[in-house]
């Protein structure tokens, strides 16, 4: 049903679920990445956004009272994590400078996973109300990707401002850790 779709909640818990991507990749985009990094990175957090909702409703509204806690906690300790990772690395010279930010292995898919897991237990609590699941965690990837896409662009255009951008995307990662947290 397209009604369930467009729901003013299901387009408020989208936007809310890709706030943390926003906010993640406004501190990346300062790094000038090249466009198939973006592309990729935004294609891997839509479709983590898409997915993990779908694995939520799947075990259902038990596993996610067990699991919801948990799955916050995962998240938030690999952005804090990560985040302390980069500020380390630019403190100690060999971090991200202005132009030479680089996600490397893992990062494609510990990043995404930090700022996308949360989606897990709103699937755990959206599957018990009988909406049109697909087409609500559809709605949710394509709202976390353009928002991921947004955080990119605006950081590379406000980068240029920021003299070592590994402190302020280690920053926003590890204040969104800490946030999650709390």
């Not at 809310?16 to 300062?30: I, P, Q, V």
């Not at 067990?66 to 690999?78: Q, V």
């Amino acid at each position: 049903m397209l009604i369930d779709v467009l729901r003013l909640e299901v387009m408020l818990i989208a936007l809310a679920l890709g706030m943390d991507s926003f906010s993640m990749c406004l501190g990346l985009g300062t790094g000038g990445f090249r466009k198939r990094v973006i592309w990729l990175f935004t294609a891997i957090v839509g479709l983590f956004h898409v997915i993990f909702p779908l694995i939520g409703l799947s075990f259902g509204i038990m596993a996610g009272r067990w699991l919801g806690n948990a799955a916050t906690i995962l998240g938030a300790l690999i952005l804090m994590g990560i985040g302390l990772k980069m500020i380390y690395e630019t403190y100690m010279g060999y971090g991200w400078q202005q132009g030479q930010v680089e996600i490397k292995g893992w990062e494609y898919v510990l990043l995404p996973l930090g700022v996308s897991i949360d989606s897990l237990t709103v699937g755990f609590g959206l599957g018990t109300f009988g909406f049109n699941f697909l087409g609500i965690s559809l709605v949710f990837g394509l709202v976390a990707a353009v928002l991921t896409r947004l955080g990119f662009f605006l950081g590379d255009r406000v980068g240029f401002l920021i003299k070592s951008p590994g402190y302020l995307a280690g920053t926003v990662l590890l204040g969104l850790g800490i946030y999650a947290l709390f």
